[in-house]
Nanobody, 125 residues
Framework: VQLQASGGGLVQAGGSLRLSCAASGRTFTSYPVGWFRQAPGKERMFVASITGSGDRTFYTNSVKGRFTISRDNAKNTVYLQMNSLKSEDTAVYYC???????????????????WGQGTQVTVSS
């Protein structure tokens, strides 16, 4: 499965962006998908994840209440709605799928092996 992340850009602090992760090659309807981010000079970190059915979601503490992950399986796409953006949200954002049908969307980067290219999010203060 190939993943394509898009929707990044430059936004002022307090603003919003919606990232999209579109899958091609095969459907990833049953697979958990996560969003991760990597700031300059830092490790890639977990942001949010969602189960294949969309019935459960997980968030890192710093984005709870501001970010919402969702998916539209008919469109083979996962979204990350980001509101109330802060300068510390600046990073390259990646989406990834966990290759385990009906698996849990655990916030462990090591379990996600289908990666898309990143999309840059820059929040100006």
């Amino acid at each position: 499965v190939q993943l394509q992340a898009s929707g990044g850009g430059l936004v002022q602090a307090g603003g919003s962006l919606r990232l999209s992760c579109a899958a091609s090659g095969r459907t990833f309807t049953s697979y958990p998908v996560g969003w991760f981010r990597q700031a300059p000079g830092k490790e890639r970190m977990f942001v949010a994840s969602i189960t294949g059915s969309g019935d459960r979601t997980f968030y890192t503490n710093s984005v709870k209440g501001r970010f919402t992950i969702s998916r539209d399986n008919a469109k083979n796409t996962v979204y990350l709605q980001m509101n109330s953006l802060k300068s510390e949200d600046t990073a390259v954002y990646y989406c990834a799928a966990r290759p385990l049908k009906y698996g849990t969307a655990v916030p462990d980067i090591r379990l996600y092996s289908y990666w898309g290219q990143g999309t840059q999010v820059t929040v100006s203060s």
